[in-house]
């Protein structure tokens, strides 16, 4: 299947910021419905975003509304997903990945595209 590079992640406090980016060699993120899932130790994988292709619609976790926004940048095939006011709870390997088919943020199974990019929120 396709593959993407997920890039971005780091250690940050409580209330940080970071900025993920998610890039791929085999097809034009902008004609996609690109979205991220995350997954905890010992949870289950949930989605988080997803900005739909066709109508630019973004579909968010109700935990992160307000506090992360994804974003596309066709001149360098990137999708980005800006990450403020973090919370220890954020914390996990974050995917990107094709989103058309979760039904906003929802899916019963999320499939990474890539290694992920570990995020960790900790005081």
């Known amino acids: 299947q396709l593959h993407v590079v997920e890039s971005g992640g780091g250690l940050v406090q409580p209330g940080g910021s970071l900025r993920l980016a998610c890039t791929s060699s085999e097809f034009k993120v902008e004609e996609w419905s690109i979205g991220w899932f995350r997954q905890a130790p010992g949870k289950e994988r949930e989605g988080v975003i997803c900005?739909?292709?066709?109508?630019?619609?973004?579909y968010y976790r109700d935990s992160v509304k307000g506090r992360f926004t994804i974003s596309t940048d066709a001149a360098k095939n990137t999708n980005y997903l800006q990450m403020n006011s973090l919370k220890p709870e954020d914390t996990g390997i974050y995917y990107c990945?094709?989103?058309?088919?979760?039904?906003?943020?929802?899916?019963?199974?999320?499939?990474?595209w890539g290694q992920g990019t570990q995020v960790t929120v900790s005081s």
């Open positions: 900005l739909t292709s066709v109508d630019k619609q973004t």
């Open positions: 990945t094709y989103c058309g088919g979760w039904g906003g943020v929802n899916s019963k199974s999320y499939e990474p």
